[in-house]
């Protein structure tokens, strides 16, 4: 507990430090860590009790990563990944991971070692890639999607890689171990199958029905780590066993919900990893190889985006794109220390090299952030903007299978937080109106019909946070909470006015405390249920005993 407190409240205070100089977070998470690896009363060096408290939930943090990317993998998403990120993944990874197994084949290194190496040094952060075009300020540009797709098929290749890497032959016959590889895999994907087809649907429809926002996250938890362990258990590994658990849930209707739940665990145990990786860089390995360290450093930062952009070209992405995916994906990534850990117990790469690795990962993940910075400070990333926005004539047709990043292309929106009897006039007046409606809704059944009729509908609890963020909050126009729950209401229009201040905001109130008390963050937006139905209940009044102008003079009174 003390190591957790100590770390927690030295990431806060110094990403505040940098957020006030407005410099990027990433930095700061590395820094924090080398900083209390040296300077912490709690011994924090390699091989301490702490060091290996803070490995286990980096490693968690990993886990939750390749369960996220599974559950992105629906077939819809690999459908557009062939669009716009197979051929350009395909290509990074053949250039940059050809360059760098040649020249460690000429430094002496076996090819086994050697294809290892160049693997860990084609593959880029997930979620650092994607979240500098957030930080940047231009989630909407074209090589934000090119970046997920070529990091989208990083993963895949590096989650293949550590498969046949942990199950390559040691000893014994080669065709057996291979054998059995198969057998295992085989049976995994049956049982994979089976989950997704009967067992996690059932489970997820009966969690979902009690509206237990509690219950619904074990659940998913639970299912991560189920599926993790039953793959370790047949040897595949706790990676792979926690990409096919995304992929169990990938395409359904739980999906966004299953995301939204899982991001927060996510960031929080992947900022442990990056945080890690700082406190974790050997001060003696740096010393003696700060040359070769630093020149990695430098060739990644360089050589890496260019190979990133050529592959690009080569795939036929625009010149525009594949400038902005190279540079988001300049760095080492999380998996290049996963890899090189992995490839060091199996003896491929020695112990020095994996270290090396780590503080090449660290050092060229805290730079490449300053490189989309400098690159947006001079206007690099402008005119694709301007030519995105020009293409585009209309609101984009929402998507029934999309996922959350594919809900970016609805702009000038109305979001319905419920489908209710209200939700349900207000949704089909703004589609007479032609106006483009993002519908968030708890009942499975009700998201399942809408998503059969074609509707844009997320299965997500409007109370948590990220459930505004995938349903595109800052690009809409409107938000209206159709139910009369005040405090709930109350967190979705201050998270709303946070993000977008200048959405019209709406809620219901059934009391009148409650009413004043919405009224205090939504001044204008409330509709006070028993006002309105005695101020309607008075008009029909009024008709009864007079005439029509009467009772038009009684209804503006």
Same mark, same amino acid.
């Given at each position: ?26 930095? @700061? ?7 209390? /690896? ?58 940059? @991971? ?23 040094? !084609? ?27 070529? /990091? ?76 993790a362990a039953l793959g370790d258990t047949l040897g595949l590994g706790l990676n792979l066993g926690a990409f096919a658990a995304g992929v169990t849930v990938s395409g359904s209707l739980y999906s966004h919900r299953i995301l939204a739940d899982a991001a927060p665990f996510r ?20 010393? %003696? ?35 902005? %995916? ?10 290049? #220390? #996963?890899?090189?850990?992995? %490839? %060091?117990?199996? @003896? ?26 400098? !690159? ?24 029934? !299978? ?34 483009? #409606? ?13 998503? @059969? ?97 009467? !009772? ?6």
């Amino acid at each position: 507990m003390p190591l957790l407190a100590l770390t927690l409240l030295a990431t806060v205070l110094l990403t505040l430090l940098l957020r006030r100089f407005r410099l990027p977070a990433l930095p @700061g998470y590395f820094l924090c860590g080398f900083l209390l /690896a040296r300077l912490s009363p709690i011994p924090m060096g390699e091989g301490t009790e702490a060091a290996e408290l803070l490995g286990e939930m980096a490693d968690v943090g990993i886990l939750l990563l390749m369960f996220t990317v599974g559950a992105e993998c629906s077939k819809h998403e690999l459908q557009q990944l062939r669009k716009r990120g197979l051929g350009a993944g395909l290509w990074q990874v053949v250039l940059t @991971g050809g360059l760098v197994a040649a020249v460690a084949l000429t430094c002496g290194l076996s090819a086994g070692s050697a294809v290892t190496a160049g693997m860990a040094a !084609a593959l880029s952060s997930t979620a650092v890639g994607v979240r500098l075009f957030d930080d940047t300020g231009i989630p909407d540009h074209p090589g934000a999607k090119l970046t997920l797709g070529i /990091a989208l098929v990083q993963d895949i290749l590096v989650i293949i890689f550590l498969l046949l890497l942990q199950s390559a032959p040691d000893g014994g016959s080669a065709a057996a171990r291979w054998g059995g590889l198969a057998l295992k895999a085989l049976l995994f994907i049956g049982c994979a199958a089976l989950l997704s087809r009967i067992a996690v649907p059932a489970l997820l429809r009966a969690v979902s029905k009690t509206r237990s926002r509690e219950l619904f996250t074990l659940a998913v938890l639970a299912l991560c780590a189920g599926v993790a362990a039953l793959g370790d258990t047949l040897g595949l590994g706790l990676n792979l066993g926690a990409f096919a658990a995304g992929v169990t849930v990938s395409g359904s209707l739980y999906s966004h919900r299953i995301l939204a739940d899982a991001a927060p665990f996510r960031d929080f145990f992947l900022t442990v990893f990056f945080l890690s990786l700082g406190a974790l860089v050997n001060l003696p390995v740096l010393a %003696a190889h700060w040359p070769l360290i630093l020149g990695a450093t430098v060739l990644s930062l360089t050589a890496k985006p260019l190979l990133t952009a050529l592959g690009a070209r080569l795939s036929g992405s625009p010149k525009a794109a594949g400038t902005a %995916a190279a540079l988001a994906l300049a760095g080492c990534g999380e998996f290049s #220390v #996963v890899l090189c850990r992995e %490839a %060091a117990e199996r @003896g491929l790469l020695s112990a020095g090299f994996a270290n090396g690795v780590l503080a090449v990962t660290a050092l060229s993940l805290t730079v490449s952030p300053f490189l989309m910075k400098s !690159a947006a400070a001079r206007g690099w990333f402008q005119e694709a903007m301007r030519q995105r926005s020009a293409s585009q004539k209309g609101p984009a047709k929402p998507s029934a !299978a999309a996922a959350a990043k594919r809900i970016r292309a609805i702009t000038d929106h109305a979001i319905l937080c419920g489908y209710g009897t209200v939700g349900q006039i207000l949704h089909r007046g703004l589609q007479r109106l032609g106006i483009p #409606v993002i519908i968030i809704e708890l009942n499975a059944e009700t998201v399942a019909q809408l998503l @059969g009729e074609g509707h844009a509908v997320l299965f997500a609890d409007i109370a948590q946070a990220d459930t505004l963020e995938l349903a595109g909050i800052s690009r809409a126009r409107l938000l209206v909470v159709t139910f009369p729950q005040a405090e709930i209401a109350r967190t979705v229009i201050t998270q709303a006015r946070e993000r977008n201040p200048d959405a019209v905001l709406l809620c219901r109130a059934r009391f009148p405390d409650e009413a004043e008390m919405l009224r205090r963050v939504a001044p204008g937006g409330v509709v006070h249920d028993e006002f309105e139905a005695g101020s309607r209940m008075l008009r029909m009044c009024s008709r009864a005993f007079a005439g029509s102008s009467d !009772a038009d003079s009684t209804e503006r009174q």
